[in-house]
């Protein structure tokens, strides 16, 4: 889940689509693109990434598709994203402990 959501991230156009959902709660295709410099085929094609991502989700309405946010596959994703940055700070506090300790040793 974690790759295919980081690749979905990857696009800035995506990453766009998902801000103006989170804003607007849920918009169309048709909506969406009149707020980027793509066209609606391109929007449609970038919502199918999201979707295939678990990031938004669709639901016809009539003759319309209204898309939406879907946060768990993005909460997973931070989720995983702070485990990674948690292992990081604690590497790198212990090599400041050691260079510091180092430091002590060489005066």
Same mark, same amino acid.
């Given at each position: 889940?974690?790759?295919?959501?980081? @690749? #979905?991230?990857?696009?800035?156009?995506?990453?766009?689509?998902?801000?103006?959902? #989170? #804003?607007? @709660?849920?918009? %169309?295709? %048709?909506?969406? #693109? @009149?707020?980027?410099?793509?066209? =609606?085929?391109?929007?449609?094609?970038?919502? %199918?990434?999201?979707?295939?991502?678990?990031?938004?989700? @669709?639901?016809?309405?009539?003759?319309?598709? =209204?898309?939406?946010?879907?946060?768990?596959?993005?909460?997973? %994703?931070?989720?995983?994203?702070?485990?990674?940055?948690?292992?990081?700070?604690?590497?790198?506090?212990?090599?400041?402990?050691?260079?510091?300790?180092?430091?002590?040793?060489?005066?």
């Amino acid at each position: 889940m974690v790759d295919s959501v980081l @690749g #979905a991230l990857a696009d800035p156009t995506r990453r766009r689509l998902l801000d103006l959902l #989170a #804003a607007r @709660g849920e918009a %169309t295709a %048709t909506s969406l #693109a @009149g707020q980027l410099p793509v066209s =609606r085929q391109a929007v449609v094609k970038h919502l %199918t990434v999201l979707d295939g991502a678990g990031l938004v989700s @669709g639901s016809r309405i009539g003759r319309e598709v =209204r898309y939406s946010v879907r946060p768990a596959a993005l909460n997973a %994703t931070a989720q995983w994203m702070a485990g990674l940055a948690a292992d990081w700070d604690r590497r790198l506090a212990r090599i400041k402990r050691v260079a510091e300790a180092a430091e002590r040793d060489a005066h």
